[in-house]
């Protein structure tokens, strides 16, 4: 909780830098970035729970005119990175060969949401502070069904029988806000960091802290986004540096365990009182970036979601590319 309260301070120390400005008399950076970001647990032998996320996202300044910057945050006298995002992520079962509904593991579920983003960041003040508006859908209708199986006819994993028991579509609509601060640093070499997450809507509500920490041949993490940003001369050409982090997170509510804030009558999904309100997590990986182009390996652990579940992981693969 230290941690925790030291992030607040940091933000109430400096609340002459929180604004809801007009857009237009805002600076922003011309950093323009376009992000592939694949989760599966198949690259930690593991096919159950959070099995699968696709993520696109794209930096662009031009994104600053997007409607929806009017309802995130900025902070004065800082870059500004603004982008979209789509994002789809599938959640199944332990065991995907019954084709009968269980209702003391994980339900079958799957979101598509947009997100629009805006991130401020003071570099001198080693402070990071992101706002993301996610919209789209619960359910069905998110494709989450198809995907799987296709990946899964694909690699000839096996046929997942359980999705006439998916949550059923429901809107998704969630905001969150991020915030990110330098605590101890060696120049080019170590970073260490705290951060702090705070998400709200139906979908997701839970508050989320932790630390992270970099170590090897790496750039300023307030001076760009995944790749460098070449405002920055001093920026190095070549990043590489191996990451860890620990987070710990109170979970209020989580509609891909609990099938929705407004649950039907006879739902057979968790309430409350059956998931797990802490949850930890932990990643570890590595990062290599050169000029223009990037790849991250990760690795996260988290222990279980919901009471008689299991500790669970999955692999990530992202690319970066900068314009």
Same mark, same amino acid.
């Given at each position: 909780m230290r941690l925790f309260f030291l992030l607040l301070i940091s933000i109430i120390i400096f609340?002459?830098?929180?604004?809801?400005?007009?857009?237009?008399?805002?600076?922003?950076?011309?950093?323009?970035?376009?992000i592939f970001d694949w989760d599966n647990d198949i690259l930690v032998f593991k096919d159950y729970y959070y099995t699968q996320g696709a993520h696109i996202f794209y930096i662009n300044p031009a994104l600053r005119k997007n409607p929806a910057n009017h309802i995130l945050f900025q902070l004065k006298n800082a870059d500004y990175y603004y982008g979209l995002g789509v994002i789809q992520e599938i959640y199944t079962p332990k065991d995907l060969i019954d084709t009968l509904l269980n209702t003391i593991d994980r339900p079958y579920a799957g979101t598509f949401y947009i997100r629009s983003f805006a991130t401020s960041v003071i570099s001198n003040k080693k402070?990071?502070?992101?706002?993301?508006?996610?919209?789209?859908?619960?359910?069905?209708?998110?494709g989450a069904e198809q995907a799987q199986r296709i990946i899964h006819d694909w690699l000839d994993l096996g046929f997942p029988n359980g999705w006439d028991f998916q949550i059923e579509n429901r809107p998704y609509l969630n905001y969150n806000f991020l915030v990110d601060k330098g605590l101890l640093s060696v120049n080019g070499i170590f970073d260490f960091m705290g951060n702090s997450r705070l998400r709200v809507g139906n979908i997701h509500d839970d508050l989320q802290v932790g630390a992270n920490i970099r170590i090897g041949r790496l750039n300023n993490f307030?001076? *760009?986004? #995944?790749?460098?940003?070449?405002? $920055? *001369?001093? #920026?190095?050409?070549?990043?590489? $540096?191996v990451f860890g982090s620990a987070n710990v997170t109170a979970v209020l509510y989580n509609a891909t365990l609990m099938g929705g804030i407004i649950p039907p009558e006879n739902s057979q999904h968790f309430k409350l009182k059956d998931i797990e309100n802490v949850i930890g997590e932990?990643?570890?990986?590595?990062?290599?970036?050169?000029?223009?182009?990037?790849?991250?390996?990760?690795?996260?652990?988290?222990t279980p979601e919901f009471e008689g579940g299991e500790k669970h992981g999955w692999g990530t693969i992202a690319v970066y590319f900068r314009f």
């Amino acid at each position: 909780m230290r941690l925790f309260f030291l992030l607040l301070i940091s933000i109430i120390i400096f609340p002459e830098n929180t604004s809801a400005k007009k857009l237009d008399s805002l600076k922003y950076t011309q950093h323009k970035e376009l992000i592939f970001d694949w989760d599966n647990d198949i690259l930690v032998f593991k096919d159950y729970y959070y099995t699968q996320g696709a993520h696109i996202f794209y930096i662009n300044p031009a994104l600053r005119k997007n409607p929806a910057n009017h309802i995130l945050f900025q902070l004065k006298n800082a870059d500004y990175y603004y982008g979209l995002g789509v994002i789809q992520e599938i959640y199944t079962p332990k065991d995907l060969i019954d084709t009968l509904l269980n209702t003391i593991d994980r339900p079958y579920a799957g979101t598509f949401y947009i997100r629009s983003f805006a991130t401020s960041v003071i570099s001198n003040k080693k402070i990071r502070f992101t706002n993301q508006l996610d919209i789209g859908l619960l359910g069905p209708l998110s494709g989450a069904e198809q995907a799987q199986r296709i990946i899964h006819d694909w690699l000839d994993l096996g046929f997942p029988n359980g999705w006439d028991f998916q949550i059923e579509n429901r809107p998704y609509l969630n905001y969150n806000f991020l915030v990110d601060k330098g605590l101890l640093s060696v120049n080019g070499i170590f970073d260490f960091m705290g951060n702090s997450r705070l998400r709200v809507g139906n979908i997701h509500d839970d508050l989320q802290v932790g630390a992270n920490i970099r170590i090897g041949r790496l750039n300023n993490f307030f001076k *760009g986004y #995944n790749l460098g940003n070449k405002s $920055y *001369g001093e #920026n190095h050409d070549f990043q590489f $540096y191996v990451f860890g982090s620990a987070n710990v997170t109170a979970v209020l509510y989580n509609a891909t365990l609990m099938g929705g804030i407004i649950p039907p009558e006879n739902s057979q999904h968790f309430k409350l009182k059956d998931i797990e309100n802490v949850i930890g997590e932990l990643k570890v990986g590595a990062q290599i970036t050169y000029k223009f182009v990037g790849v991250k390996m990760q690795t996260t652990w988290k222990t279980p979601e919901f009471e008689g579940g299991e500790k669970h992981g999955w692999g990530t693969i992202a690319v970066y590319f900068r314009f």
